[in-house]
């Protein structure tokens, strides 16, 4: 159980184009979701954390305008990257977290962005 | 804020050695940590997690063990094979309400066949 799905895996586009990434849980809901971005040999950074319904949290540095954070169901959170630039490129993971005083969190496999 | 550290970042041993990887955290307010691997340009698994009240957590040839008072975990492999090659990242899970991670940088590992 608890499994997290991301797609796509892997996106190639231009600079300025936008790109969107989706997050599933598809044996659980997810009352919150997380988004972390990886640079190549860095560990992972925590971008955003939305709870479904609300507005996303976003962490210092992380431009809210740039990465549109949606999670509009139990099960579904979005990530768009808006106006991409070759600086965005990087790997980018989803977490889910059940809620109901669970504080344990499942990952997807990521999403690798590269803007051309 | 939390900060998490992991020593070595990178380490190479011949197959069928013991090994112990090193995590230190500097806020012990935590309520889980956990430890995962990362294989290159794929997403993480999961492999022991610790609660803040437990001490240790064991699963196969991995043991982990949390000292919470002191700020530090580690992660021990026994008789090492080339397939635990990965980089293995530690994980504390703080901050009141989103239960947050905070990542270190990892120990890339290497087994020597």
């Known amino acids: 159980g608890a499994v997290v799905s991301q797609h796509p895996s892997r996106v190639i586009c231009k600079s300025g184009t936008s790109v969107k990434i989706e997050c599933r849980s598809l044996d659980f809901q997810a009352t919150t979701m997380f988004w972390y971005r990886q640079f190549p040999k860095q560990s992972l950074m925590l971008m955003a954390t939305?709870?479904?319904?609300?507005?996303?949290?976003?962490e210092q540095g992380v431009e809210k305008d740039k990465f549109l954070i949606n999670h509009a169901s139990l099960t579904l959170s979005t990530l768009t990257v808006t106006s991409a630039h070759p600086e965005d490129s990087s790997f980018y993971i989803c977490?889910?977290?059940?809620?109901?005083?669970?504080?344990?969190?499942?990952f997807g496999p990521g999403t690798r962005l590269t803007v051309l | 804020k939390q900060e998490v550290t992991q020593i070595p970042a990178a380490l190479s041993v011949p197959e069928g050695e013991n090994l112990v990887l090193n995590c230190s955290f500097t806020d012990s307010a935590i309520y889980n940590l956990q430890w995962f691997r990362q294989d290159p340009g794929k997403g993480l698994t999961s492999l022991l997690l610790i609660q803040s009240s437990q001490r240790e957590q064991t699963s196969g040839r991995l043991n982990a063990s949390l000292d919470k008072s002191s700020g530090r975990s580690t992660l021990y492999i026994a008789a090492s094979q080339p397939g635990d090659s990965a980089t293995y990242l530690c994980?504390?899970?703080?901050?009141?309400?989103?239960?947050?991670?905070?990542f270190g940088k990892g120990t890339k590992l290497s087994v020597i066949p």
């Open positions: 977490s889910a977290r059940s809620g109901g005083g669970s504080v344990e969190q499942f």
């Open positions: 939305s709870n479904e319904g609300s507005k996303a949290t976003y």
């Open positions: 994980a504390v899970a703080s901050g009141a309400g989103s239960y947050q991670l905070t």
